[in-house]
Antibody, heavy 123, light 113 residues
Framework: QLQLQESGPGLVKPSETLSLTCTVS??????????WGWIRQPPGKGLEWIGS???????YYNPSLKSRVTISVDASKNQFSLTLSSATAADTAVYYC???????????????WGQGTLVTVSS | DIVMTQSPDSLTVSLGERATINCKSS????????????LAWYQQKPGQPPKLLFY???TRESGVPDRFSGSGSGTDFTLTISSLQAEDVAIYYC?????????FGQGTKLEIK
């Protein structure tokens, strides 16, 4: 059974870079039928897709965050990572990593999710 | 961006009764070449990550009880729970995967009367 686990600092200072890693177990991040995505949820609010990556290196980002986001994959560790630069209080959220099931080229829905990790941006 | 709008924002239903949640997209998410609607439904219980219920608008994910059903096409979609159980208390989200950026509805909070 596929499992995903987010890890990283729970507190980030404003203007600094938020960095998270997702470790995948029970499956290979090199699977050709999968994208690997990050989704966030501010406290008490809805879901926002941040971006997704394929093990080939192909990435897609939400334009609203694109200038600050980088998603990368480390197949040797079965992990993928998120960095979000110039963090502000508005980036405070629970960050989820998820597996995207490819349905057409790059299009995918999310069928397995990590438990999520709360990142607070505050001095 | 495709805007997803759910209604109602919250819903209170008695145990054993039907619950209906609507989702409307700002443009069609029906891909004509394969006649599939690129629409998913998720259930999120307190303190838990979202759980996939349906993809292709109406294809039930493995393990999802059959009291849940998904329907609709084009821009209008519905999630129905035929007989509400206590464990169905959650927030429900629709999401389009027709085009990036993927977008979610604002969520519908389902409670028991």
């Amino acid at each position: 059974q596929l499992q995903l686990q987010e890890s990283g600092p729970g507190l980030v200072k404003p203007s600094e870079t938020l960095s998270l890693t997702c470790t995948v177990s029970g499956g290979s991040i090199s699977s050709s039928d999968s994208y690997w995505g990050w989704i966030r949820q501010p406290p008490g609010k809805g879901l926002e897709w941040i971006g997704s990556i394929h093990n080939s290196g192909s990435t897609y980002y939400n334009p609203s965050l694109k200038s600050r986001v980088t998603i990368s994959v480390d197949a040797s560790k079965n992990q993928f990572s998120l960095t979000l630069s110039s963090a502000t209080a508005a980036d405070t959220a629970v960050y989820y990593c998820a597996r995207g099931m490819i349905v057409l080229v790059r299009l995918h829905y999310f069928d397995s999710w990590g438990q999520g990790t709360l990142v607070t941006v505050s001095s | 961006d495709i805007v997803m709008t759910q209604s109602p924002d919250s819903l209170t239903v008695s145990l054993g009764e039907r619950a209906t949640i609507n989702c409307k997209s700002s443009q069609s998410v029906l891909y004509y070449s394969n006649n599939k609607n690129y629409l998913a439904w998720y259930q999120q219980k307190p303190g838990q990550p979202p759980k996939l219920l349906f993809y292709w608008a109406s294809t039930r994910e493995s393990g999802v009880p059959d009291r849940f059903s998904g329907s609709g096409s084009g821009t209008d979609f519905t999630l129905t729970i035929s007989s509400l159980q206590a464990e169905d208390v959650a927030i429900y989200y629709c999401q389009q995967y027709f085009s990036t950026p993927y977008t979610f509805g604002q969520g519908t909070k389902l409670e028991i009367k």
